[in-house]
């Protein structure tokens, strides 16, 4: 009798691992607009990279905050 409990939970427990697997997954990824869209460059270095992990100031951006310090290459 124990074995088929056993046995049970164990399919239970697949189951729900196997929906799991196959849902997709929220929070893992950002939303699809905005992964891709919005590049922008870094006013120091030109590196590109998304706008939400940009720091910016005064209209430009800037890839870390060490190049938001030193500010614009140009300037
Ligand atoms: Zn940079």
Sequence with gaps: MTKLI???V????LLWLLR???APRKG??????????????CAHCGVNLPK??????GGRHYCSEEHWR????DG
């Design 6 to 8: 056993l046995i049970a």
């Design 70 to 73: 030193a500010g614009p290459r």
């Design 28 to 41: 893992d990824a950002p939303p699809p607009g905005e992964a891709k869209g919005d590049l922008v460059s």
């Design 52 to 57: 939400a992990e940009a720091r910016s100031a």
């Design 10 to 13: 164990a399919v239970f427990v």
């Design 20 to 22: 799991r697997a196959l």
